[in-house]
């Protein structure tokens, strides 16, 4: 810093909130809007005093609720509010959940950095008014694109908004918002003749430039307005200073009271690469947006750590419209997130309804599987108990039937003793008749007794053997 500068570091004016919540029945419907009114007392009756600590009630006390959140900085309150958010349901409930926790997260403070990277700087108008500090440049050496949203208000010769010295020259860069004494390598230019911007005007200011193709370009709201040639083989100076809102003619030395700044600066980042022209007209479109985001992996010196470095004399954070803004695309992508929510939440329920119906229709199934199997059993039981009986039918039988056997073999034995006693017999009859009964086979004539009565197909016994001696005699 050079003598006789005052340093100082401003610190972000914390963020007061309130979030109230009052009955109300109709849909979900959002609504931001503005009014004016003291940092420390509300002066609209519709808001109470600020206050860091938010008064929340519960989603689930009452079936209708307005969740209303009243957020002032420096001096001016910007209210964000989501009327009318139903909480008849489950569902709802959640929704409701999910928007307090994110009043909570702001209102708590954690939301505060987050917002205020859509806050400017104005200079002040003396050259003492700058922002300077040594940052690692190394990541920049083969190629870099710088771009800010720069308001004109300062009527001197040469407003340097953007300055960096090395250790080969103290003119490494240098960049103006009128596009006097333009320096890129030590090279002076003089592009007075496109700068052609109105003051008080905001414009989106861009340098970019590579080793590579050994070129610089100039743009002015995403238009290339200037190409130059850059020396082969040359890199980018390190060691040096960065310094907004002024000149430096050494090494962050040599502030010059014909080169102040003193207008408004948003939205400084330089990147570590050399983006295209179709990628910095994307960045010029809206000032309000965070297109620039969208290069988080190259975006190396970031706005809203410029926001966090000490100052110099007098520069000053203010709020602008874009906080506003922030606070409508905020409410916006509440809504749109709320809505995406909404259709999730729908798509689950009627999932879980479709899956309840599917457990019911299988539950029903496994409930007649059930009965069925019951009844199988039983079924089975009984097929079971007839199969017992059979087999004690079948034991009792087999058991009749060894007996008839052995009565059978019994009965086979005493027969056969029979039959051996009848053969006795008949061997002894036999022999009887062969002795008493002996006939003169030469007297054959006496034979045909036996064709008449009585003898004829009559049994033989011992009275017709007497019988037979008779006739043969006579």
């Keep these: ?3 006789g500068g005052r340093t100082q570091h401003i610190p972000l004016e914390p963020l007061s909130h309130v979030i109230r919540m009052s009955a109300m029945t109709a849909a979900l419907t959002p609504d931001v809007k503005s009014f004016n009114g ?3 007392e509300g002066t609209n009756s519709d808001y109470p005093t600020t206050t860091t600590q938010p008064v929340v009630e519960d989603c689930s006390l ?3 609720f307005v969740v209303r959140a009243a957020l002032c900085t420096h001096g001016r309150y910007h209210t964000l509010c989501v009327k009318h958010l ?8 959640i929704l409701c959940g999910l928007l307090l926790t994110l009043f909570f997260y702001v209102a708590n403070g954690e939301g505060s950095a987050e917002l205020r990277r859509f806050n400017m700087l104005k200079f002040g108008n003396t050259d003492q008014d700058y922002i300077m500090y040594q940052p690692n440049m190394s990541p920049l050496a083969s190629e870099f694109t710088v771009c800010a949203w720069i308001r004109r208000l300062n009527s001197a010769t040469r407003p340097v908004w953007f300055s960096y010295s090395s250790s080969v020259t103290s003119k490494e860069i240098q960049i103006t918002d009128d596009g006097y004494q333009f320096y890129m390598f030590g090279t002076e230019s003089d592009l007075r003749s496109v700068y052609t911007i109105s003051p008080g005007t905001w414009f989106y200011n861009c340098l970019s430039w590579s080793s590579a193709t050994q070129t610089r370009t100039v743009y002015i709201n995403g238009r290339v307005v200037d190409s130059a040639s850059t020396p082969a083989g040359r890199t980018l100076g390190q060691g040096g200073y960065l310094l ?3 000149e430096q003619d050494g090494l962050g030395t040599g502030m010059d009271g014909g080169e102040i700044f003193g207008g408004e600066m948003y939205k400084l980042n330089v990147f570590s690469r050399m983006l295209t022209t179709s990628e910095i007209q994307e960045l010029a479109q809206n000032m309000c947006v965070d297109i620039e985001q969208k290069y988080e992996s190259t975006r190396y010196i970031k706005w809203e750590d410029i926001l966090q470095l000490s100052r110099n004399g007098d520069v000053t954070e203010k709020d602008n419209s874009c906080l506003l803004e922030a606070y409508k695309l905020l409410n916006s992508e509440l809504t749109e997130r709320l809505n995406h929510t909404r259709l999730e939440l729908n798509t689950t329920v009627e999932e879980l309804a479709r899956t309840r119906e599917s457990l019911h229709s299988t539950e029903e199934r496994l409930n007649e599987t059930v009965i069925a199997l019951d009844r199988s059993e039983t079924g089975l039981n009984k097929t079971l108990i007839a199969l017992n009986r059979s087999e004690t039918r079948l034991n009792e039988t087999l058991e009749e039937l060894e007996r008839t056997k052995v009565t059978h073999r019994e009965t086979e034995a005493r027969l056969n003793e029979t039959l051996e006693i009848a053969d006795n017999l008949e061997e002894k ?5 062969e002795s008493k009964c002996l006939l003169n086979s030469s007297i054959t004539s006496h034979w045909d007794f036996l064709y008449a009565s009585p003898f004829y197909g009559e049994v ?4 017709s053997c007497r019988l037979y001696g008779d006739h043969w005699k006579s």
């Excluded at 139903?86 to 409930?93: D, E, G, Y």
């Excluded at 009859?429 to 008749?433: A, F, G, H, K, Y």
């Design 244 to 246: 907004f809102g002024n």
């Design 86 to 93: 139903q909480v008849t349901n489950t569902m709802n409930q």
């Design 38 to 40: 003291d940092s420390t």
């Design 460 to 463: 033989s016994h011992s009275k």
């Design 62 to 64: 009452a079936p209708h």
């Design 429 to 433: 009859l036999n022999s009887t008749l």
């Design 1 to 3: 810093m050079s003598a």
